[in-house]
């Protein structure tokens, strides 16, 4: 092996390790007693360990580009690895508490691996044939893993979003093939070239068809049907990896292609993405505001977020401040969003709002998990999302987007509305307990979930902390 064969080998430590973690898991599992298959969550959680320190050595080894100019080693990939590999060490906690003893555990955490390659491939690629291929990497693990309890709720879900993603799918290499004849090139720098004089027509097909395409991985409008659908009839663990891990692969994805080859099109993209930054954040919201079933709330919440992330999307290029605008956000989602979920997956009888109020009486700490876990959603300091949102926001201000700005802002005082039908029955819950009877025996509590939730609760604040120190430190 050549030296520089080897250092290029390097740059992928983290993938290498999250594959290595997957296949040697699967050996694992098939020589495991199934009651005994907790090893292979053990081995999972190591090679993501390995993955996170990997990657936030790599931070510090600046930019690259490897493999005939095919993946970019940088500070947007540096975030998704570390984001993608802590929210699926968070996922495998979960699914444990799901899924132990299940016949085929083993299978539930390969899957989770294989799906965080996928989308640490959509942030990484630099090449529109890397950028399809992981594109399917990201998805079909994921229409297993949708269907995994194999009831009807389930299996509807599962269906839906493989006809779904198979349909996107199919607009997304339409719109490869659509660069391609444009160009006759796949890698992004040469397609920066090439686009700036390209045929008009078939250059807006070529974005449109690759916005569909990362614009379905991230739940975006308008290509969001599948989220409510698919998250409230999955397990709370699924749910969480769904609408956290592939979204931020894919945001990543969405703003290297409106820096790079889109920068120079003559097609407005940076109009295209605004708009649906602001559909997004606006119909996840309003569709929120009816849910009483936490998975479903969540679920359009996780809408609402694309249309923050693509804010900053919308002027990747435009600002210097937009890649750690990016970073800070796509970190304090990833925490908050797999906290949020884990609330619901502690209490796994509780299908409503009122069921979750009732389940956590005598339970405070919970409840105060869960309030940071909203409201850090919400963007209110000192949570990291807080600190993430303010960047994007004075990025997108940065790059001449004000009106984006306003709808913003006025679409995150709105969402705090639904939040807070959450959180308003949870504090009466918990405050109303004066007068113990045979009625108020609290329901069970699955403790693996409850220790994810503070968690995440602790590391979203100390994280936003972090955060705010060295914004105003710089």
Same mark, same amino acid.
């Given at each position: 092996?050549?030296?520089?064969?080897?250092?290029?080998?390097?740059?992928?430590?983290?993938?290498?390790?999250?594959?290595?973690?997957?296949?040697?898991?699967?050996?694992?599992?098939?020589?495991? $007693?199934?009651?005994?298959?907790?090893?292979?969550?053990?081995?999972?959680?190591?090679?993501?360990?390995?993955?996170?320190?990997?990657?936030? !050595?790599?931070?510090?080894?600046?930019?690259?580009?490897?493999?005939? %100019?095919?993946?970019?080693?940088?500070?947007?990939?540096?975030?998704?690895?570390?984001?993608?590999?802590?929210?699926?060490?968070?996922?495998?906690?979960?699914?444990?508490?799901?899924?132990?003893?299940? $016949?085929?555990?083993? =299978?539930?955490?390969?899957?989770?691996?294989? %799906?965080?390659?996928?989308?640490?491939?959509?942030?990484?690629?630099?090449?529109?044939?890397?950028?399809?291929?992981?594109?399917?990497?990201?998805?079909?693990?994921?229409?297993?893993?949708?269907?995994?309890?194999?009831?009807?709720?389930?299996?509807?879900?599962?269906?839906?979003?493989?006809?779904?993603?198979?349909?996107?799918?199919?607009?997304?290499?339409?719109?490869?093939?659509?660069?391609?004849?444009?160009?006759?090139?796949?890698?992004?720098?040469?397609?920066?070239?090439?686009?700036?004089?390209?045929?008009?027509?078939?250059?807006?097909?070529?974005?449109?068809?690759?916005?569909?395409?990362? !614009?379905?991985?991230?739940?975006?409008?308008?290509?969001?049907?599948?989220?409510?659908?698919?998250?409230?009839?999955?397990?709370?663990?699924?749910?969480?990896?769904?609408?956290?891990?592939?979204?931020?692969?894919?945001?990543?994805?969405?703003?290297?292609?409106?820096? =790079?080859?889109?920068?120079?099109?003559?097609?407005?993209?940076?109009?295209?993405?605004?708009?649906?930054?602001?559909?997004?954040?606006?119909? %996840?919201?309003?569709?929120?505001?009816?849910?009483?079933?936490?998975?479903?709330?969540?679920?359009?919440?996780?809408?609402?977020? *694309?249309?923050?992330?693509?804010?900053?999307?919308?002027?990747?290029?435009?600002?210097?401040?937009? *890649?750690?605008?990016?970073?800070?956000?796509?970190?304090?989602?990833?925490?908050?969003?797999?906290?949020?979920?884990?609330?619901?997956?502690?209490? $796994?009888?509780?299908?409503?709002?009122?069921?979750?109020?009732?389940?956590?009486?005598?339970?405070?700490?919970?409840?105060?998990?869960?309030?940071?876990?909203?409201?850090?959603?919400?963007?209110?300091?000192?949570?990291?999302?807080?600190?993430?949102?303010?960047?994007?926001?004075?990025?997108?201000?940065?790059?001449?987007?004000?009106?984006?700005?306003? *709808?913003?802002?006025?679409?995150?005082?709105?969402?705090?509305?639904?939040?807070?039908?959450?959180?308003?029955?949870?504090?009466?819950?918990?405050?109303?307990?004066?007068?113990?009877?045979?009625?108020?025996?609290?329901?069970?509590?699955?403790?693996?979930?409850?220790?994810?939730?503070?968690?995440?609760?602790?590391?979203? *604040?100390?994280?936003?902390?972090? !955060? %705010?120190?060295?914004?105003?430190?710089?």
């Amino acid at each position: 092996m050549t030296g520089s064969r080897a250092t290029e080998l390097l740059a992928l430590l983290p993938e290498i390790l999250l594959l290595a973690g997957a296949v040697g898991g699967l050996l694992l599992g098939l020589w495991t $007693p199934q009651r005994r298959q907790g090893r292979v969550a053990v081995l999972t959680l190591t090679a993501l360990g390995g993955a996170a320190a990997a990657a936030a !050595a790599g931070l510090a080894g600046g930019d690259r580009v490897v493999f005939s %100019g095919t993946w970019t080693v940088d500070a947007v990939t540096g975030v998704v690895r570390l984001s993608v590999a802590l929210a699926t060490a968070g996922f495998v906690v979960l699914a444990r508490a799901r899924f132990a003893g299940h $016949p085929r555990e083993t =299978e539930v955490y390969v899957l989770g691996l294989l %799906g965080a390659i996928g989308a640490s491939a959509l942030a990484a690629s630099s090449d529109l044939l890397l950028l399809a291929a992981a594109y399917l990497l990201a998805s079909v693990p994921l229409y297993a893993l949708a269907g995994f309890v194999k009831d009807a709720r389930a299996v509807e879900a599962s269906l839906k979003y493989y006809l779904m993603g198979a349909l996107v799918g199919v607009l997304m290499l339409v719109g490869v093939a659509a660069l391609v004849l444009a160009t006759g090139r796949t890698g992004y720098a040469a397609l920066a070239v090439g686009l700036a004089e390209a045929p008009r027509g078939l250059t807006a097909v070529g974005v449109l068809g690759l916005l569909a395409g990362v !614009a379905f991985k991230a739940g975006a409008v308008p290509v969001h049907f599948w989220v409510p659908d698919v998250t409230a009839g999955t397990t709370p663990a699924v749910g969480a990896f769904l609408t956290t891990v592939p979204k931020v692969g894919a945001v990543a994805a969405a703003f290297r292609l409106l820096a =790079e080859p889109f920068a120079q099109v003559a097609v407005d993209v940076t109009l295209v993405v605004a708009l649906l930054a602001a559909a997004s954040m606006t119909l %996840g919201n309003l569709a929120a505001f009816r849910q009483d079933d936490p998975l479903r709330l969540l679920a359009y919440s996780a809408i609402s977020q *694309v249309g923050y992330l693509f804010m900053v999307v919308a002027v990747a290029g435009r600002t210097d401040v937009a *890649v750690p605008a990016l970073a800070v956000y796509l970190v304090g989602y990833a925490v908050t969003n797999v906290g949020a979920f884990a609330a619901v997956a502690a209490l $796994p009888g509780a299908r409503t709002i009122s069921d979750w109020a009732t389940g956590v009486r005598h339970r405070p700490w919970v409840v105060l998990s869960l309030t940071v876990a909203l409201l850090g959603l919400v963007g209110t300091p000192p949570t990291v999302v807080f600190v993430g949102k303010l960047a994007v926001f004075t990025a997108t201000g940065d790059g001449g987007l004000m009106w984006l700005v306003v *709808v913003g802002a006025v679409n995150t005082v709105a969402s705090l509305f639904y939040y807070l039908r959450w959180l308003a029955p949870a504090f009466r819950a918990v405050t109303e307990q004066a007068a113990p009877g045979p009625r108020d025996v609290p329901a069970p509590l699955t403790m693996a979930p409850a220790a994810v939730l503070h968690c995440s609760a602790a590391g979203a *604040v100390v994280l936003g902390i972090a !955060a %705010g120190r060295v914004a105003l430190l710089g």
